[in-house]
């Protein structure tokens, strides 16, 4: 190998060394962090899955890397923590790509010269944005996605160390869909813009930094979380700080409640 060129490989090579070990101080905290994040509107409403990996740069079979193989894997583990895989029904043919991909991006760089390569693993949810409300506008997005692992390898442990950091990133997809898709922390689904729920969405608006809260149409007051209280629509709402500036201004205590 010509000495300039080599100088040029070991450059980006330490480049991406940096970047990964960047990544592995950022990422120290990481997984946890997404193990106990908050619920995510866009992993709700999947009905299954399609599994999708994609490899560029080196051959994978040329490194040991069967993509079926782990293809397959990452549907058993999918459909182990309850989520449906996509099974395509032979002699259907489907015009219409919409349903949810969850994407495993493989990227890798064979440098036989130095006994070593590079690769990046990145795994992403891509589903069916709707655009408006008829939902007649749609295109597909990545809407999730994990931190990508960059590392260098000897070439023949590049195969095993991209099946860990794919499987592992599923590993992170499944707990943050289970977050999500919890009972008790349940959220609409981040596609369902129908007229019925973007109405329900500002009833449950009630004055911030009151005790009490009436309707300008009514003579009778309430506290915030009272059932009467949820139902009046935010453009009528007023909030008092005591039972006696309500019972000043006209009101009188709910008998649901008893403010």
Same mark, same amino acid.
């Given at each position: 190998?010509?000495?300039?060129?080599?100088?040029?490989?070991?450059?980006?090579?330490?480049?991406?060394?940096?970047?990964?070990?960047?990544?592995?101080?950022?990422?120290?905290?990481? =997984?946890?962090?997404?193990?106990?994040?908050?619920?995510?509107?866009? #992993?709700?409403?999947?009905?299954? #899955?399609? +599994?999708?990996?994609?490899?560029?740069?080196?051959? !994978?079979?040329?490194?040991?890397?069967?993509?079926?193989?782990?293809?397959?894997?990452?549907?058993?583990?999918?459909?182990?923590?309850?989520?449906?895989?996509? +099974? !395509?029904?032979?002699?259907?043919?489907?015009?219409? =790509?919409?349903?949810?991909?969850?994407?495993?991006?493989?990227?890798? #760089?064979?440098?036989?010269?130095?006994?070593?390569?590079?690769?990046? +693993?990145?795994? /992403?949810?891509?589903?069916?944005?709707?655009?408006?409300?008829?939902?007649?506008? #749609?295109?597909?997005? =990545?809407?999730?996605?994990?931190? !990508?692992?960059?590392?260098?390898?000897?070439?023949?442990?590049? /195969?095993?160390? +991209?099946?860990?950091?794919?499987?592992?990133?599923?590993?992170?997809?499944?707990?943050? %869909?289970?977050?999500?898709?919890?009972?008790?922390?349940?959220?609409? =689904?981040?596609?369902?813009?129908?007229?019925?729920?973007?109405?329900?969405?500002?009833?449950?608006?009630?004055?911030?930094? %009151?005790? %009490?809260?009436?309707?300008?149409?009514?003579?009778?007051?309430?506290?915030?979380?009272?059932?009467?209280?949820?139902?009046?629509?935010?453009?009528?709402?007023?909030?008092?700080?005591?039972?006696?500036?309500?019972?000043?201004?006209?009101?009188? !205590?709910?008998?649901?409640?008893?403010?």
């Amino acid at each position: 190998m010509k000495p300039e060129k080599c100088h040029l490989i070991l450059g980006v090579v330490t480049g991406i060394l940096c970047v990964a070990a960047l990544g592995q101080i950022e990422r120290s905290g990481f =997984d946890e962090l997404m193990l106990i994040a908050p619920a995510n509107p866009v #992993l709700t409403g999947i009905k299954q #899955l399609d +599994v999708v990996i994609t490899t560029r740069g080196t051959d !994978p079979n040329k490194i040991g890397l069967d993509s079926n193989r782990l293809k397959t894997e990452i549907e058993r583990r999918l459909e182990k923590a309850g989520i449906k895989v996509f +099974v !395509p029904k032979e002699g259907v043919t489907y015009k219409l =790509d919409i349903g949810s991909n969850l994407k495993i991006s493989i990227e890798m #760089l064979d440098m036989s010269d130095l006994r070593q390569g590079v690769f990046r +693993v990145q795994t /992403s949810l891509s589903r069916a944005v709707c655009l408006n409300e008829q939902r007649n506008l #749609l295109f597909k997005a =990545d809407v999730w996605t994990t931190k !990508p692992v960059m590392q260098t390898e000897q070439l023949q442990n590049i /195969s095993g160390k +991209v099946t860990k950091a794919a499987l592992a990133q599923v590993e992170t997809f499944i707990q943050a %869909y289970h977050t999500t898709n919890t009972v008790g922390s349940r959220l609409p =689904d981040a596609n369902d813009t129908t007229p019925r729920e973007l109405s329900k969405a500002p009833r449950e608006k009630i004055v911030p930094g %009151y005790k %009490y809260v009436a309707s300008k149409n009514s003579d009778v007051f309430h506290t915030p979380n009272c059932r009467s209280a949820k139902r009046i629509s935010p453009e009528n709402i007023i909030g008092y700080n005591s039972r006696d500036d309500a019972i000043n201004a006209g009101k009188r !205590p709910c008998k649901v409640c008893k403010p």
